[in-house]
């Protein structure tokens, strides 16, 4: 059961992952073309290549049998993300949007982001190799599994907000 939580949680941070680019397609394509290191192709083609690897992570994660195959794309594309921040961190090109956070919001490029994709990386290594012990994964456990992970992810945007914002709650508790 508890795999199938894990997984749940992970469709739904790709999901969110790639909904978040969708929301703002010309941003996200505008911060992308701030990297150093991105690959020489036309950038609407690389976003668009990104969300759609996104969303269909997203959705093999939930298919019996593909799920191996999703985790390993998955990690990847985090490998890759993490790389291009750490790479652009070292280059002393610090001072753009990460483009990782939902809405409108700014964060500029980080250690606390390499180590935050450390930690969701270690989730994926984690589901990968339960599913190589043999774990079992149930199809009915689809949306208890979708619905628990929409759940912490909600957690952690509200708990991402209340920690990027806690300099206006103390100007409120004043």
Request: with cysteine; charged share 10%.
């Amino acid at each position: 059961m508890l795999i199938n939580l894990l997984l749940g949680l992970l469709s739904v941070f790709w999901l969110a992952s790639a909904g978040h680019k969708l929301a703002d397609v010309q941003r996200f394509t505008h911060t992308l073309g701030q990297y150093k290191w991105v690959i020489p192709i036309k950038p609407e083609l690389l976003v668009a290549g990104v969300i759609l690897a996104e969303v269909v992570a997203a959705i093999l994660l939930l298919l019996s049998g593909y799920q191996l195959l999703a985790l390993a794309l998955a990690g990847l594309l985090l490998t890759a993300y993490t790389a291009l921040i750490g790479l652009n961190i070292v280059s002393g090109n610090r001072d753009l949007d990460c483009g990782c956070l939902f809405g409108s919001q700014e964060q500029g490029l980080s250690a606390s982001l390499l180590w935050r994709n450390a930690g969701i990386l270690l989730l994926h290594l984690t589901a990968a190799l339960s599913l190589q012990a043999g774990a079992l994964t149930h199809t009915s456990d689809v949306l208890i599994s979708l619905l628990f992970g929409a759940v912490v992810l909600l957690v952690g945007v509200i708990a991402h907000q209340l920690i990027r914002n806690q300099s206006h709650i103390n100007a409120l508790k004043r």
